[in-house]
T-cell receptor, first 115, second 110 residues
Framework: NAGVMQNPRHLVRRRGQEARLRCSPM?????VYWYRQLPEEGLKFMVY????????ESGMPKERFSAEFPKEGPSILRIQQVVRGDSAAYFC?????????????FGQGTRLTVV | KNEVEQSPQNLTAQEGEFITINCSYS?????LHWLQQHPGGGIVSLFM???GKKKHGRLIATINIQEKHSSLHITASHPRDSAVYIC????????????FGKGTKLTVNP
């Protein structure tokens, strides 16, 4: 049973480009959480998704950021028109059900660098 | 004031020493999570606590709900314990949003 898989592990984008970060949850997990870790700062919640639904996106920046978790395939965190301040590590975690966030397993993260 | 405060921010120890990392918080919680993050690596869950004490190998986690405080202890520390240790809490009320401390960077020297 593979763990939470994130790809790519490292992503370099020029300012203004789009970044797409993928997260495949553990088998049998239908709930996904995205977190951002800015340099020298703690992790911050971004969004919580269930298959085909956004449950809580209160941590998402209002512009340029979007997330989806389709019925088939991985969850995608999409950042349009990236800026230098988007450079961070983005972590995904998955859990088997609602109310089980503390049982969530984390992926290895995607380190985004905007140049 | 942050909802979650960890201390110390950085900790250097000699191999074999007993380590304590502290986490204080200011809100009512339903659970508290201790996580470990290795340099350049992913995040691993160590403990989930809602009361009392848990032990796993050389790691011990305690929580005092009344004092809103948790500690992570490492006995007989080893260089492979070098990592960032992160406290995260789940506020009461059915939230699914973990709130994280900034982490404690532990370096254990041989």
């Amino acid at each position: 049973n593979a763990g939470v898989m994130q790809n790519p592990r490292h992503l370099v984008r020029r300012r203004g480009q789009e970044a797409r970060l993928r997260c495949s949850p553990m088998k049998g997990h239908s709930h996904v959480y995205w977190y951002r870790q800015l340099p020298e700062e703690g992790l911050k919640f971004m969004v919580y998704l269930q298959k085909e639904n956004i449950i809580d996106e209160s941590g998402m920046p209002k512009e340029r950021f979007s997330a989806e978790f389709p019925k088939e395939g991985p969850s995608i965190l999409r950042i349009q028109q990236v800026v230098r301040g988007d450079s961070a590590a983005y972590f995904c975690a998955s859990s088997p059900s609602r109310g089980a966030v503390t049982e969530a397993f984390f992926g290895q993260g995607t380190r985004l660098t905007v140049v | 004031k942050n909802e979650v405060e960890q201390s110390p921010q950085n900790l250097t120890a000699q191999e074999g020493e007993f380590i304590t990392i502290n986490c204080s918080y200011s809100v009512g919680i339903s659970a508290l999570h201790w996580l470990q993050q290795h340099p350049g690596g992913g995040i691993v869950s160590l403990f989930m606590l809602s009361s009392g004490k848990k032990k796993h190998g050389r790691l011990i986690a305690t929580i005092n709900i009344q004092e809103k405080h948790s500690s992570l202890h490492i006995t007989a520390s080893h260089p492979r314990d070098s990592a960032v240790y992160i406290c995260a809490l789940l506020a009461q009320g059915g939230s699914e949003k973990l709130v994280f401390g900034k982490g404690t960077k532990l370096t254990v020297n041989p």
